[in-house]
């Protein structure tokens, strides 16, 4: 059984900084890539930044130069630090990983339980 589990969520001010952590956890054989999601209230989840395993990285524009993903492979975690946070960055943050449990299986799709980040005066 695999486990991510989410954590660092929480209410900030406009402008201010979070970071949020990711560790995965359970019969794992290997993580390929690792991802943070958020969904809004009444809006689909989208994808906010994604890094590979050798660390290349993706970035939703609407959060570029502002969030910063990296990963711990010896940890199994993916963070993601979180500056000049905006109101409209608000939404619940989950964690996503491409996991092989063996060595002869192919890597499937795991979500954690998300995280609630509020940005707010």
């Known amino acids: 059984q695999v486990q991510l589990v989410e954590s660092g969520g929480g209410l900030v001010q406009p402008g201010g900084s979070l970071r949020l952590s990711c560790a995965a956890s359970?019969?794992?054989?290997?993580?390929?890539?690792m991802g943070w999601y958020r969904q809004a209230p009444g809006k689909q989840r989208e994808l906010v930044a994604v890094?590979?395993?050798?660390?290349?990285?993706n970035y939703a524009d609407s959060v570029k130069g502002r969030f910063t993903i990296s990963r711990d492979n010896a940890k199994n975690t993916a963070y993601l630090q979180m500056d000049s946070l905006k109101p409209e960055d608000t939404a619940v943050y989950y964690c996503?990983?491409?996991?092989?449990?063996?060595?002869?299986?192919?890597?499937?799709?795991?979500w954690g339980q998300g995280t609630q980040v509020t940005v707010s005066s």
């Open positions: 996503n990983a491409a996991i092989r449990v063996g060595a002869g299986t192919l890597p499937d799709a795991y």
């Open positions: 359970g019969s794992i054989f290997s993580i390929y890539a």
């Open positions: 890094i590979s395993r050798d660390s290349s990285t």
